[in-house]
């Protein structure tokens, strides 16, 4: 026998409520037989409220009975929210993936082939420049998170605020091959000084912090991934800086 679910969820012309759609969309893959009703004006939410007894839409009901909003949904299928203040590799994954992908697409476009020393090379310098993006998104975020742990930004501050931008035009010159001269040196200095920061922190004064490698918002722990972030820029410089 089906089950059976009635949804209220505002659905006007200018605003579609986004939970709504969650709540909507879960009951739909729990395989519900859902009524679905639209609460299409603000007059039509504030009476529905005033009348249920609630603060917020969506509202499901099951069966008859009240369930709540999305989070209260979840919870009723046995499905915990989301919390937004767990420890979590996705960010740092995801970079990587992306980073990974980019490098053989770009090497496939250029040569005709997936892979070479090349495809490596690409791999380390997108890598920097979506790390030093996600910094970019907040340089004050970063730069506070970051000040937690970098020796030298502890030293002289304005070091912490500099750290993304360098990072992300070392990582743009060496996509491009060019201007050797500034970002091996460049790599080389944050990546040595991060690396070494990141291992007295975790490693000697046994400090558990959040990672600023994907920027000031990050619940990324800082320990292993932040030191192959450096590890990576020093190995990319020296290997350059062979050639």
Same mark, same amino acid.
């Given at each position: 026998?089906?089950?059976? &679910? $009635?949804?209220?969820?505002?659905?006007?012309?200018?605003?579609?409520?986004?939970?709504?759609?969650?709540?909507?969309?879960?009951?739909?893959?729990?395989?519900?037989?859902?009524?679905?009703?639209?609460? $299409?004006?603000?007059?039509? $939410?504030?009476?529905?409220?005033?009348?249920?007894?609630?603060?917020?839409?969506?509202?499901?009901?099951?069966?008859?009975?009240?369930?709540?909003?999305?989070?209260?949904?979840?919870?009723?299928?046995?499905?915990?929210?989301?919390?937004?203040?767990?420890?979590?590799?996705?960010?740092?994954?995801?970079?990587?993936?992306?980073?990974?992908?980019?490098?053989?697409?770009?090497?496939? &476009? &250029?040569?005709?082939?997936?892979?070479?020393?090349?495809?490596?090379?690409?791999?380390?310098?997108?890598?920097?420049?979506?790390?030093?993006?996600?910094?970019?998104?907040?340089?004050?975020?970063?730069?506070?998170?970051?000040?937690?742990?970098?020796?030298?930004?502890?030293?002289?501050?304005?070091?912490?605020?500099?750290?993304?931008?360098?990072?992300?035009?070392?990582?743009?010159?060496?996509?491009?091959?060019?201007?050797?001269?500034?970002?091996?040196?460049?790599?080389?200095?944050?990546?040595?000084?991060?690396?070494?920061?990141?291992?007295?922190?975790?490693?000697?004064?046994?400090?558990?912090?959040?990672? &600023?490698?994907?920027?000031?918002?990050?619940?990324?722990?800082?320990?292993?991934?932040?030191?192959?972030?450096?590890?990576?820029?020093?190995?990319?410089?020296?290997?350059?800086?062979?050639?």
């Amino acid at each position: 026998m089906a089950k059976h &679910a $009635t949804i209220h969820r505002m659905v006007m012309d200018k605003h579609v409520c986004p939970w709504g759609l969650k709540a909507l969309d879960l009951l739909k893959r729990e395989g519900f037989a859902i009524e679905d009703k639209w609460l $299409t004006t603000r007059a039509e $939410t504030d009476a529905f409220k005033a009348e249920h007894g609630v603060e917020t839409t969506p509202q499901v009901f099951i069966d008859g009975k009240r369930i709540g909003g999305y989070d209260d949904l979840r919870e009723f299928l046995d499905k915990p929210p989301r919390n937004p203040d767990a420890v979590t590799y996705k960010p740092v994954i995801a970079i990587f993936a992306m980073a990974a992908l980019m490098a053989v697409a770009a090497h496939w &476009a &250029a040569f005709g082939s997936l892979f070479s020393v090349m495809t490596a090379e690409w791999f380390v310098a997108f890598s920097m420049s979506l790390l030093a993006l996600q910094k970019l998104r907040d340089v004050d975020g970063f730069a506070t998170m970051f000040l937690g742990y970098d020796l030298l930004a502890q030293r002289w501050v304005p070091y912490a605020k500099i750290y993304p931008f360098a990072e992300g035009l070392a990582g743009v010159l060496m996509i491009a091959g060019a201007l050797t001269w500034l970002s091996i040196p460049v790599a080389l200095i944050i990546g040595s000084v991060g690396a070494v920061s990141v291992f007295k922190a975790v490693y000697i004064d046994k400090r558990e912090l959040k990672c &600023a490698c994907v920027g000031g918002d990050s619940n990324v722990p800082l320990g292993f991934v932040s030191l192959t972030e450096n590890v990576m820029m020093v190995a990319m410089a020296l290997w350059m800086l062979a050639k």
